[in-house]
């Protein structure tokens, strides 16, 4: 039957409702516009966290506990509209992490799939399955669900990075696992950067007597400076023009398949030209971004904010970002696009 329903009949369903409800039944009907939606409308809202500030509380927080301690000693980037969660997105977590001189964050592993995004600091370890990545300024490290981890600073100088989790989205499948080890450090497998030589120069190990030690889907982690950043620097001077949404970008690979970094996440960096701006972009994949270099402004539908180095920006899913480079511009940037792909729901509307 078409048509408003009389007061009889509204009031007859409001009695089935209250009836119902303790049987934890409850009618479509009265909520079918909030849960199919025609268009995303995310409850996590644009952000932006200035990296001294932050910095300054982090730095507190060393001060008052140790890094054994808190097993990790992270601040976590929560998202104002995603309060209580600990997401910076509803599907992604972010946090910055501190190692002071001489600290070790132990051994552990779990599901969930972890990148470290180094901000500060130079020649701390995080050691996967026990191969150490030595981490600079800006260099990108995995480590891939399962894989045992733990992280060190022998340097004189505190080391900070963004980790990015997929938290949010292994709490949403009920499919977290996680577990100590029983030393603080998981033993050396393989002299530091082993794997970057194996499998980070569009090269693989030919197979011979000795087995592979490194995970056959996963077996890179590192992702230094000193690679990607003279790459954008190179397409930047090959004259190829910047996509007009993007700017020069380019995204981060797993050598074994040329899919996203992880199973969950994917990231990428680019780079804009002194006075470059880009045309209004939207994509379903809510993104972590963080300033490595250069000044400029960003647009989150019309809400405009300021970005310098280090800054830290989230861009919710579907919101339309428009980036102003006031000075040659390089940002990373990571997101769920490898989960929302592999479940065909990733759109992008670059018009
Ligand atoms: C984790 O394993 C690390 O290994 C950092 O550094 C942050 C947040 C939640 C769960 C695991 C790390 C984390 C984490």
Not at 259 to 265: C, F, H, S, V, Y
């Given at each position: 039957m078409a048509g408003p329903l009389s007061n009889d009949q509204a009031s007859q369903l409001q009695a089935l409702y209250a009836e119902m409800a303790p049987k934890n039944l409850l009618p479509l009907w009265e909520s079918l516009a909030q849960l199919v939606l025609p268009e995303p409308s995310s409850p996590a809202r644009p952000h932006k966290w200035d990296y001294d500030g932050a910095r300054a509380y982090l730095m507190r927080a060393g001060d008052l506990i140790s890094a054994k301690q808190a097993e990790r000693r992270v601040l976590i980037l929560e998202n104002p509209g995603l309060d209580g969660l600990s997401a910076i997105t509803p599907s992604l977590y972010a946090g910055l992490q501190l190692i002071l001189p001489g600290e070790v964050a132990p051994a552990h592993r779990h599901s969930q799939c972890a990148l470290r995004f180094v901000l500060e600091g130079d020649g701390a370890f995080t050691s996967v399955d026990g191969e150490k990545a030595v981490m600079r300024p800006f260099d990108l490290v995995l480590t891939p669900g399962g894989q045992w981890h733990d992280h060190g600073n022998p340097t004189d100088q505190p080391m900070v990075w963004l980790d990015g989790l997929d938290i949010p989205t292994?709490?949403?499948?009920?499919?977290?696992?996680?577990?100590?080890?029983?030393?603080?450090?998981?033993?050396?497998?393989?002299?530091?950067?082993?794997?970057?030589?194996?499998?980070?120069?569009?090269?693989r190990p030919l197979k011979g007597r000795s087995a592979d030690r490194r995970p056959a889907h996963q077996p890179l982690f590192h992702y230094p400076y000193a690679e990607w950043r003279p790459a954008l620097d190179a397409l930047a001077a090959s004259g190829a023009d910047p996509d007009?949404?993007?700017?020069?970008?380019?995204?981060?690979?797993?050598?074994?398949?040329?899919?996203?970094?992880?199973?969950?996440?994917?990231?990428?960096?680019?780079?804009?030209?002194?006075?470059?701006?880009?045309?209004?972009?939207?994509?379903?994949?809510?993104t972590v971004f963080v300033v490595v270099e250069g000044e400029g402004r960003a647009w989150v539908e019309?809400?405009?904010?300021?970005?310098?180095?280090?800054?830290?920006?989230?861009?919710?899913?579907?919101k339309a970002l428009r980036l102003k480079a006031d000075s040659r511009l390089v940002l990373f940037g990571y997101s769920d696009k490898a989960c929302q792909e592999k479940l065909n729901l990733y759109r992008e509307d670059n018009t």
């Open positions: 292994v709490r949403h499948f009920d499919a977290s696992f996680a577990e100590q080890y029983e030393a603080e450090q998981f033993p050396e497998q393989a002299p530091p950067g082993d794997s970057l030589n194996r499998y980070g120069r569009n090269m007009p949404h993007l700017g020069h970008a380019l995204e981060f690979l797993n050598p074994v398949n040329g899919g996203p970094i992880m199973a969950t996440i994917s990231a990428h960096v680019r780079l804009m030209p002194a006075g470059f701006e880009t045309r209004a972009r939207r994509a379903t994949d809510g019309d809400e405009e904010i300021a970005l310098v180095p280090r800054d830290i920006l989230v861009v919710p899913s579907w």
